[in-house]
């Protein structure tokens, strides 16, 4: 079974900083892109950023050059790095993994359970 577990989230004022971590563990073959989606109450779950296995990255219009998202393939690890956080930031935020599993070794799509951004003076 697979588990992807996050960290990082937390309350901070408007202009700091915050890096997230979402990690994969149990059992599975290979993992392709990696990502982070966010949804602020009321509102639908969009992209942030995403990393593709090769290193190419994708950004959601509202986070770019703000935003940076990495990824650590021996400790199967994405990161985003935040910085020039506004209120508007504040979401939950939730990793989302393509990756390849047992048996079937088919391509599944896996979620963290989120943690929450809270950007407030």
């Known amino acids: 079974q697979v588990q992807l577990v996050e960290s990082g989230g937390g309350l901070v004022q408007p202009g700091g900083s915050l890096r997230l971590s979402c990690a994969a563990s149990?059992?599975?073959?290979?993992?392709?892109?990696m990502g982070w989606y966010r949804q602020a109450p009321g509102k639908q779950r969009d992209l942030v950023a995403v990393?593709?296995?090769?290193?190419?990255?994708t950004y959601g219009d509202s986070v770019k050059g703000r935003f940076t998202i990495a990824r650590d393939n021996a400790k199967n690890t994405v990161y985003l790095q935040m910085n020039s956080l506004k209120p508007e930031d504040t979401a939950v935020y939730y990793c989302?993994?393509?990756?390849?599993?047992?048996?079937?070794?088919?391509?599944?799509?896996?979620w963290g359970q989120g943690t929450q951004v809270t950007v407030s003076s």
């Open positions: 989302n993994f393509y990756l390849r599993a047992p048996p079937t070794g088919i391509l599944g799509n896996y």
């Open positions: 149990g059992n599975f073959f290979s993992i392709n892109a």
């Open positions: 990393i593709t296995s090769g290193g190419s990255t």
